[in-house]
């Protein structure tokens, strides 16, 4: 058997290999790009949990389950 009979084999990967590590790198870039940084981490923002949270607030005292002055109070919470 020859000694390196392995060599035509490594050759193949030689170019597969960073080529595929380049593909997925860009497949992140692109990504990282197009959806923000926010995509990575999976957690919303601290200015899109405080209109979350005002839309929840505005909603419950819309159908009647705080009262006005409750409202005003957890508004100006919220606004800090």
């Known amino acids: ?11 193949v990967w030689l ?11 860009l497949f992140f870039l692109f990504a990282y790009l197009a959806r923000g940084p926010r ?15 005002r839309e929840i607030l505005d909603r419950r005292y819309a159908s ?7 409202y005003e109070e957890m508004r100006r919470v919220l606004a800090s």
Request: aromatic letters at 16%; hydrophobic letters at 45%.
């Open 39 to 53: 995509w990575f981490y999976g957690r919303k923002g601290r200015h899109e949990l405080g209109e979350a949270a």
């Open 1 to 11: 058997m020859e000694a390196h009979w392995w060599m035509p084999h490594l050759s």
């Open 64 to 70: 009647g389950e705080i009262s006005r002055e409750q």
């Open 15 to 25: 170019w597969v290999l960073p080529l595929s590590f380049i593909v997925v790198c």
